[in-house]
Nanobody, 127 residues
Framework: QVQLVESGGGSVQPGGSLRLSCAVS????????VGWFRQSPGKEREAVAI???????YYPDSVMERFSLSLDNAKSLLYLQIDNLKPDDTGTYYC?????????????????????WGRGTQVTVSS
């Protein structure tokens, strides 16, 4: 059974940093797509970082150069480093995983349709 469990959220001041973690268990596919999404109050869920294997494929402009997704395959951990946090970054952050045949198939829509999601970790940015 595949499980994803996020951690590392919290309350921080603008300009601060956080590193979110996603512990993945039970996932054996070698052709995978992983990513982080966030659900902010009053907004639709959006993808903030997506990666297929060793290739970083997607960051929206709103988080470019502030968000960084990394993997520790040995520990089955997915990270999201967030720097220079802004109030608009407030929300619940989720990790997700999906099987893909090609890296080009690793897109937000593919992850959104996957059954493999965590329950989220809350990030609040305020002064």
């Amino acid at each position: 059974q595949v499980q994803l469990v996020e951690s590392g959220g919290g309350s921080v001041q603008p300009g601060g940093s956080l590193r979110l973690s996603c512990a993945v268990s039970g996932y054996t596919s070698r052709r995978y797509c992983v990513g982080w999404f966030r659900q902010s109050p009053g907004k639709e869920r959006e993808a903030v970082a997506i990666r297929a294997g060793n290739d970083n494929l997607y960051y929206p402009d709103s988080v470019m150069e502030r968000f960084s997704l990394s993997l520790d395959n040995a520990k089955s951990l997915l990270y999201l480093q967030i720097d220079n946090l802004k109030p608009d970054d407030t929300g619940t952050y989720y990790c997700a995983a999906a099987d893909v045949h090609y890296a080009a198939h690793c897109k937000p829509e593919r992850l959104s349709s996957s059954p493999h999601w965590g329950r989220g970790t809350q990030v609040t940015v305020s002064s």
